[in-house]
């Protein structure tokens, strides 16, 4: 199943028109509150510490609906995703996103995040993210450029063999996504800073983080265009590169090109500011593993340069100023003085930066980026009696995508909004229980992708924070 397949209801055929041709169901009404969880035998990984802290969040949920969907979403990844065990003797975990037989490095990571503060709890559990963190440094030395990676070569669904770019068998698809190696070191150095644990950092390890600042770099483009080049034949032009697979042009400015953004969609204009802000944390945080552990003095000075480059160059040339909301980061930039103001739902999104920890949830300047961000002034946010929150290409005009009110909801400072984002959740998820990649915005019962593991994992990180922190709102 591709990424863009819609699951929906299958009466208003007019729908068709702004979200295209796809499959169509009937969403089911449940009866009453049962489990929507595979039956325990098929549960492709059980951590004890996941069940554990399941059954304690959800007693403290007065809502029963909530609590159910609660249930369905966080165990989801290990529920269902999960291929665990040892490959040339070091353990290894391969997680695939759901509905696609296939692991992306930013999903993978984004999957277990919730778990992460349960691994000293529970050693199986621990050694689930080793592999995790195994597998990552593998496909990195594979080929940094790719953001989804197949289980091993004998793969039925080879992925996107056909594009034209420079594709491996163990490659589901090669799109260049600065977040993708971000997030390879956001689960590196998660787990180092909860476990204190730096046993996965081998040779194989710190290969694989090299070559990750050696593709930073290249990508800043400044002497030329680099290795990279994609592109892909069909009809939707957020799947491609332009001009010759290279992209836009863009000028040198100390920035890092990604040639495409965490939705998978192609840029407009290479410097992607949301991954670029991404990179000063990643690059930072590996400064810090290298500087205790390896005594690697040249490499942990490259990193700090590096992210202190890009950090000057976001400051002089992403910070524009809005008519109405005053001073807000751009979404993408070319160097050339052209910008692109919007915002999208998926992970990097101005939205999310304190998520990310690349600013800090009061900071004026996100502030006025978060209005802009949540405003009709932002193309792709969409509003109606049932819902509002941010989609973006990837699903088409008028989708909204539960991450996005999720992160709105993580996000948040504010009550009555925390609220609110619950509410909207509760009322979108189609009767299903679960979080779906989008919904039409004016009936939650059109929804594409039944099976999102990460937005569905990313609820559940949503309410343990509301139940931990603000415990009075559920």
Not at 52 to 77: G, H, R, V
Request: net charge neutral; aromatic share 12%; with cysteine.
């Amino acid at each position: 199943m591709k990424r863009r397949e819609f699951v929906i209801k299958s009466s208003i055929l007019s729908l068709g028109a702004a979200i295209g041709n796809h499959n169509f169901v009937f969403a089911n009404i449940p009866n009453e509150y049962i489990s929507n969880r595979p039956e325990a035998q098929k549960r492709t990984f059980v951590s004890k510490a996941v069940e554990n802290q399941l059954l304690q969040i959800k007693s403290k949920i007065k809502d029963p609906e909530l609590a159910w969907m609660f249930e369905n979403c966080y165990p989801n990844t290990l529920d269902t995703t999960v291929k665990h065990g040892i490959i040339n003797g070091k353990l290894d975990t391969f997680i695939i996103t759901g509905d696609i037989n296939a692991m992306w490095l930013r999903d993978s990571t984004a999957q277990v995040w919730s778990y992460l503060p349960l691994v000293l709890k529970d050693e199986p559990l621990k050694k689930l993210f080793i592999g995790l963190i195994n597998r990552q440094a593998n496909c990195v030395n594979i080929d940094s450029y790719a953001n989804a990676f197949n289980f091993s070569n004998n793969e039925e669904d080879k992925g996107w063999q056909n594009d034209m770019t420079e594709m491996k068998p163990e490659l589901h698809e090669r799109k260049w996504e600065i977040d993708s190696l971000c997030y390879v070191i956001r689960l590196s150095y998660g787990f180092w800073k909860t476990t204190k644990d730096a046993s996965p950092f081998d040779d194989n390890w710190k290969k694989a983080m090299k070559t990750i600042v050696k593709t930073f770099k290249e990508q800043q483009r400044k002497e030329n265009l680099g290795p990279y080049k994609f592109a892909r034949n069909g009809s939707n032009p957020t799947d491609t590169a332009a001009f010759d697979g290279y992209g836009n042009k863009m000028k040198p400015i100390g920035l890092i090109c990604s040639m495409f953004r965490p939705s998978d969609d192609g840029t407009i204009f290479p410097f992607l500011i949301p991954s670029n802000l991404f990179a000063i944390q990643a690059l930072k945080h590996l400064s810090e593993i290298f500087k205790i552990f390896n005594n690697e003095e040249l490499f942990v000075n490259e990193c700090i340069e590096l992210a202190k480059e890009v950090d000057d160059a976001i400051k002089k040339h992403a910070i524009i100023t809005h008519a109405i909301f005053g001073k807000i980061y751009a979404y993408e930039i070319d160097g050339f003085g052209s910008q692109l103001v919007m915002d999208d739902a998926n992970v990097p999104s101005l939205l999310s930066l304190p998520y990310l920890n690349s600013i800090d949830v009061k900071d004026p300047l996100y502030i006025n980026t978060r209005n802009y961000a949540l405003s009709d002034f932002n193309p792709w946010f969409f509003k109606s009696t049932e819902a509002e929150g941010i989609g973006g290409p990837h699903t088409g005009r008028d989708t909204i995508w539960p991450m996005g009110i999720i992160m709105r909801g993580i996000t948040s400072t504010n009550d009555d909004e925390i609220i609110k984002c619950l509410k909207m959740l509760k009322k979108t998820h189609a009767n299903t229980g679960f979080m779906h990649e989008s919904f039409f915005y004016k009936d939650s019962q059109y929804f594409s992708r039944k099976w999102f593991a990460w937005a569905n994992t990313l609820f559940g990180e949503f309410i343990i924070k509301v139940a931990n922190e603000r415990p009075h709102l559920l």
